[in-house]
């Protein structure tokens, strides 16, 4: 209960404190504010360009079904969230490069916690998740793997830090 208290009080300050730039546009100093509040930090963070760079990385999406059905970063399996269970991953092996993400990175920080007190050794989390992924301009595509610009935003409170993209409430 006291982290559902938490997060909607993290939002509304940043709102009322000035997150927008002259243009309207978020600014990132709080989002990187949120994040730095939200995550634990039990799992490594991954740069977007960090990200892309690491060789032979497999992404690995926590967010739900429906999430990922409108949009993912390609070629990402859909290990879920609430449905994860280690054996959704146990045909991957332990020492493989593994970024795991969702919207903002919290259920993806739970999810590779869980992976590496599992024994898997380079687990990472997306930094900022998909919304940076889409904010940075980086490629996303739906459930036909073609590309697209549509983003499942979660809700309107979270969405407000989806810069970039069409936003989607379903």
């Known amino acids: 209960m006291k982290k559902r208290l938490k997060i909607p009080f993290i939002v509304i300050s940043m709102l009322l404190f000035g997150c927008y730039s002259s243009d309207g546009q978020i600014t990132s100093k709080p989002y990187r504010a949120l994040l730095h509040t939200l995550y634990k930090k039990q799992v490594p963070l991954l740069s977007c360009d960090g ?13 739900s079904k429906s ?6 970063i390609p070629y990402a399996r859909w290990v879920g969230y609430e449905e994860f269970s280690l054996d959704r ?15 903002v990175g919290v259920r993806s920080e739970e999810v ?29 595509v739906d459930s036909q793997e073609q590309p697209t610009s549509r983003v499942h935003a ?5 969405g ?7 936003k989607v409430y379903e």
């Not at 990200?51 to 967010?63: H, K």
């Not at 999430?67 to 993912?72: D, K, L, N, T």
């Open 51 to 63: 990200a892309q760079a690491l060789q032979e990385a497999r992404f690995l999406d926590t967010r």
């Open 67 to 72: 999430e990922y059905a409108v949009s993912h």
């Open 89 to 103: 991953v146990k045909d991957i092996p332990k020492d493989a490069p593994l970024v795991v993400y969702c919207s």
């Open 112 to 140: 590779g916690k869980k992976m590496l007190d599992a024994g898997y050794t380079r687990v990472y989390n997306l930094y900022g998740s998909l919304f940076e992924w889409v904010n940075q301009d980086k490629p996303i």
């Open 154 to 158: 979660y809700s309107p409170a979270w």
């Open 160 to 166: 407000i830090w989806l810069r970039k993209g069409e």
